[in-house]
């Protein structure tokens, strides 16, 4: 069954767009005509229960040559707490440490990408980490109040970290106050596009919790100025009743 969806936008001067699709299981979720099909198809005979886990597909489109999934733990339950080892071995993500979420592309390549907390990231010895905690003491100087700032990185198929990027998605306390906080921030340090991120202004006029879950998400590169990108579910907010969801 489709749970939700989720669409993404970049707010700085590329045109990336994707569209989420976050299903309860895999398989048997859509027509054997859509391009969804083929996908969820072959994730459902992986033998595990992803009960516990956000289950996402996300197609190629114009802006983005590639299909994806992605699993995630997002308070979804109080255990586990992240997702398990059989979970992460039967899609052969090679970490030893908590892992949030995993995204892979597909069909498979070498790399992934991995969510995790900033205990995690604090063993990495990123290139990045100053420029992070910078960013992160600062959101939480100014937003009123934060469900979770979760920081994502590019693995090899041996589980080495890649510290070339580093993605910072911020998920505020959901209301209007805060999503005009964050936007006075990502336009006066990052190079957002004022008309971009000023199409959801109305979409906060009438705010509240049920309507839809937002968040950003900051990526730092080694060799370009940082990318911001904007989500937002549809139709409804998906993660109502979560544990500590705000």
């Known amino acids: 069954m489709i749970r939700y969806k989720m669409f993404e936008r970049e707010i700085t001067a590329g045109e990336h767009r994707s569209y989420h699709v976050c299903v309860n299981n895999f398989g048997n979720n859509f027509s054997s005509k859509s391009k969804f099909y083929p996908i969820d198809e072959s994730l459902s005979k992986i033998n595990e229960d992803f009960t516990d886990y956000e ?3 996300t197609l190629a489109n114009h802006t983005s040559p590639n299909d994806y999934f992605h699993i995630s733990y997002l308070a979804k339950n109080l255990y586990p707490p992240y997702i398990q080892k059989n979970i992460l ?3 052969n993500i090679k970490v030893d440490f908590p892992v949030i979420y995993f995204t892979r592309q597909y069909p498979y390549v070498d790399n992934f990408k991995v969510g995790f907390d900033h205990n995690t990231y604090q063993k990495f010895n990123s290139k990045f980490y100053k ?3 910078d960013i992160i ?3 939480n100087n100014v937003l009123n109040g934060i469900n979770a700032i979760i920081l994502a990185g590019d693995f090899d198929k041996d ?3 890649i510290d070339e990027t580093i993605n910072i998605e911020i998920i505020p306390y959901q209301n209007k106050e805060n999503y005009f906080n964050i936007k006075d921030i990502l336009l006066n340090d990052f190079s957002v596009v004022p008309d971009k991120i000023g199409r959801y202004d109305k979409m906060f006029d009438n705010y509240v919790i049920n ?9 730092l590169f ?3 100025e940082p990318l911001v990108k904007f989500y937002r579910t549809y139709p409804h907010n998906p993660f109502i009743g979560y544990h500590n969801y705000k």
């Open 137 to 139: 003491v600062k959101l």
């Open 55 to 57: 289950c996402n597909i």
């Open 131 to 133: 420029q992070v905690m």
């Open 159 to 161: 589980g080495n970290f």
């Open 89 to 91: 071995d039967a899609f």
């Open 211 to 219: 309507n839809f879950c937002w968040h950003t998400k900051i990526k």
């Open 222 to 224: 080694s060799d370009r």
